[in-house]
Nanobody, 118 residues
Framework: QVQLVESGGGLVQAGGSLRLSCAAS????????MRWYRQAPGKQRELVAG???????NYADFVKGRFTIHKDNAKNTVYLQMNSLRPEDTAVYYC????????????WGQGTQVTVSS
């Protein structure tokens, strides 16, 4: 069972920045894919950004140029740097991980609230 713990959410004004962290309970080498999703009230959960084992990244169009996903293997942590935040970025942000191997599976964190005021 993989534990994912998000942190770094909060209230920020439009144009501001936040950095979210997702700390995994095991080495990122056993988690070849990690992603950030978000869910706003009344909306479906949507993919924000992802990072692979080789460091390759992908982003939703609505965050390209503003958000950056990166990871620190030594800390078993994935980050989402969010700049130029907009009110429409307000949502609960969730960390997602794919675990490889015999007992592989998909795991979710508990989420962290991001609120952007106008």
């Amino acid at each position: 069972q993989v534990q994912l713990v998000e942190s770094g959410g909060g209230l920020v004004q439009a144009g501001g920045s936040l950095r979210l962290s997702c700390a995994a309970s095991e080495s990122l080498f056993s988690l070849p894919a990690m992603r950030w999703y978000r869910q706003a009230p009344g909306k479906q959960r949507e993919l924000v950004a992802g990072i692979g084992s080789g460091g390759n990244t992908n982003y939703a169009d609505f965050v390209k140029g503003r958000f950056t996903i990166h990871k620190d293997n030594a800390k078993n942590t994935v980050y989402l740097q969010m700049n130029s935040l907009r009110p429409e970025d307000t949502a609960v942000y969730y960390c997602w991980a794919l675990r490889s191997g015999f007992s592989g599976g998909i795991y979710w964190g508990q989420g962290t609230q991001v609120t952007v005021s106008s």
